[in-house]
Every structure is written in structure tokens, then in C-alpha cells.
């Protein structure tokens, strides 16, 4: 199984992007799939999860902002991202949780005038 994050990309500070994981090979039920965030020089973190049974969390920095959602069916996940600042600058990844952790290949994202 692989996931594969996409939807990153250069935008100016106030602009959008909406990023999308998806995966390939057989993808186990999950109880949680979240996005992260790694900036140069800092740790990896949480930026929103959600569970299997739709209940999300977000990070204290992106609420209000960011929307994580999910396609069931096809087992994919997205994460609207409004009103981006130059914080959001990061490599975000996609994981998915079912008895074990799958990570996918992060995308980049960069908020800058």
C-alpha cells in the first residue's frame, strides 16, 4: 500500500489550496487519517485528523482555516486550506491509521508574496 499526497504548491499569502491523498494497492479500513506538517528545522506535527467516525481535531493554528474531509468510498482524504500565512510553509503528509501506520510522500506547500 501507498499513499501519495498532492495538491501543493507556491501561492500568496490569503490564498487557498486543497490537498488530496490517495493511495494505491489495497488500503486497510481505518480508524484515523490525518494530515501533518513538517517545517525546516522543526518537528513533524498535526495539523487535522479525523476519525472513523467523523469526529476531526485540528491544530490550534489552523482552525477556522483549514477543513479536513474524506471520500469514504474511495478511501481518500483532503484538506482545504483557506487563508494561508507564511507559517503554513511546510511538507505536508497524509497518514493513515488501521493496525498499523501508513505514510504518505509529502507535498510541498509555500505561502509566499
Known amino acids: 500500500v501507498q499513499l501519495q499526497a498532492s495538491g501543493g504548491g507556491l501561492v500568496q499569502p490569503g490564498g487557498s489550496l486543497r490537498l488530496s491523498c490517495a493511495g494505491s494497492g489495497r488500503i486497510p479500513a481505518t480508524r484515523f487519517m490525518g494530515w501533518y506538517r513538517q517545517a525546516p528545522g522543526k518537528e513533524r506535527e498535526l495539523v487535522a485528523g479525523?476519525?472513523?467516525?467523523?469526529?476531526?481535531n485540528y491544530a490550534d493554528s489552523v482552525k477556522g482555516r483549514f477543513t479536513i474531509s474524506r471520500d469514504i468510498r474511495k478511501k481518500e482524504l483532503y484538506l482545504q486550506m483557506n487563508n494561508l500565512k507564511p507559517e503554513d510553509t511546510a511538507v505536508y503528509y497524509c497518514?493513515?491509521?488501521?493496525?498499523?501506520?501508513?505514510w504518505g510522500r509529502g507535498t510541498q506547500v509555500t505561502v509566499s508574496s
Open positions: 497518514k493513515y491509521v488501521s493496525g498499523y501506520e501508513i
Open positions: 479525523i476519525t472513523a467516525g467523523g469526529s476531526t
